[in-house]
């Protein structure tokens, strides 16, 4: 069992949000504009959100900014993780 202060801030949005599947976190200037869901910064973006069916547009919303928020709280307190995240893709489960 895991103590409950070793739980990321990814993992608590995986708990919080049961319809999302998956994301990953890409290079804003390369990103096709499809892809992107949410912009982070000039340099990040949110993008290749995989959601179940039946999230409503305003839970989807309250989602990615949650999402967002995390992931720059993440960046603010330790610069290093934008090099980590960049490229990275977070899944709920792997196959």
Known sequence: MK???QVTAVESLF???P???GFSVQDAGSLASEREW???DERLAVADVGLLDGMGHEDKLEMLGELAGALLELIAERPEAETLL???TFARTLH
């Open 86 to 88: 960049r490229g990275r």
């Open 38 to 40: 949410v912009r982070l």
């Open 3 to 5: 103590n409950p202060r």
């Open 15 to 17: 708990d919080r949000w």
């Open 19 to 21: 319809g999302l599947v």
